[in-house]
């Protein structure tokens, strides 16, 4: 078992990156293969740029690559059992090819929005009839191709044509041999009639079935980096756990959480549709000197009481009366309080 441990650290001292790739193309042919195969399953949308976090990741890194002393720490790790090197060198190879991927999704956007031109549509039903025209004539009594053919309405229906050419090219391709025979034949119709039922359909939204889109590699190539890029953030994140700013400056976390209160900045690189509440400690209230049990204060009655007289402001001597006042009836002035009688002194 000893000797098991000591091979396999052996091998993991020497343990060399692949170079990294010259271009996102070169990088996307080498992977395609693995990266369809996940993509025909079940794929979930990325609501996020994916060329941006190909960016940024591709960054920290290169800057890991490139740093000795912190590679080797990797490297230890690697060897007592604790991380795989694979997740550096994947992610060297991984994401210029997820740059290169959301390039491609960007144009297959840009494309899926163009309507199919009225030339376009008018050629296709010129060949269509052309085409038609040559089958019936030799497979209307042929019991596969004859009911095929004999069905097919010439409308305006645009999903109807691109079935149509779609069933007129299988029809040249089993007959092509005889067709070739025949003056009114044209090489170029069988692979024509292809190219344009796929125009139709993209423009209508539809895709054959075994056809993978770029928004679906996008999404199975971003699942493996973020999941690559997640193992190496926090196992970077534990080797620098003494210096937390460094390991966050080193290490930085790819999405970023926004909240009502703003971006949380510790969000980590879980899935892109995380959300996970952020942790806001609650706001410290002022400690008092009430000893008493909290809650609910009465409180105290309060006397109702009678509001003071306000007395009439003094008016200066001589002022005119307002008009509101001089409506008012003139309070009857008091008359002076009669004196006492004197009474007569006593006759002697």
Do not use: C
């Not at 050419?165 to 170029?188: K, M, Q, T, W």
């Not at 549709?273 to 806001?280: G, L």
């Amino acid at each position: 078992m000893a000797a098991l441990a000591h091979e396999a650290g052996s091998e993991l001292r020497g343990f060399t990156f692949h170079p990294p790739p010259e271009d996102g193309a070169e990088a996307w042919r080498a992977v395609q293969a693995s990266i369809d195969a996940l993509a025909r399953g079940e794929t979930t949308h990325v609501n996020l740029d994916v060329q941006d976090f190909a960016d940024r990741a591709h960054i920290v890194v290169g800057e890991l690559v490139d740093n000795p002393e912190l590679l080797g720490r990797f490297r230890r790790l690697a060897v007592a059992g604790f991380f795989e090197l694979a997740v550096i060198d994947r992610l060297v190879q991984h994401l210029p090819a997820l740059w290169h991927v959301g390039h491609m999704q960007q144009e297959e956007g840009a494309r899926s929005k163009r309507r199919v031109s009225q030339k376009t549509l008018d050629d296709a039903d010129v060949r269509r009839r052309r085409m038609h025209r040559l089958a019936i004539y030799y497979r209307e009594t042929d019991k596969a191709d004859g009911p095929v053919l004999t069905k097919m309405a010439f409308t305006n229906d645009q999903s109807r044509l691109a079935n149509d050419l779609v069933s007129l090219a299988g029809i040249y391709a089993r007959n092509r041999e005889a067709f070739a025979r025949d003056p009114h034949f044209v090489a170029d119709d069988e692979g024509d009639a292809l190219e344009d039922s796929r125009a139709i359909r993209r423009s209508r939204g539809e895709r054959a079935g075994t056809e993978v889109t770029w928004t679906e590699r996008a999404a199975a190539l971003f699942t493996i980096v973020q999941r690559d890029y997640k193992e190496l953030r926090a196992t970077g994140t534990w080797m620098l756990r003494d210096k937390p700013d460094d390991a966050r400056a080193r290490f930085p976390p790819m999405i970023e959480r926004v909240t009502r209160r703003g971006k949380d900045e510790g969000a980590d690189d879980g899935d892109a549709t995380d959300t996970e509440p952020a942790n806001d400690a609650p706001t410290p209230v002022a400690p008092t000197n009430d000893t008493r049990p909290a809650g609910p204060t009465p409180a105290a009655p309060t006397e109702a009481k009678s509001p003071a007289p306000t007395a009439p402001a003094a008016k200066s001597p001589g002022a005119k009366a307002t008009p509101a006042e001089a409506k008012k009836p003139r309070a009857a002035k008091a008359k002076p309080a009669a004196k006492p009688a004197r009474r007569k002194a006593p006759k002697r």
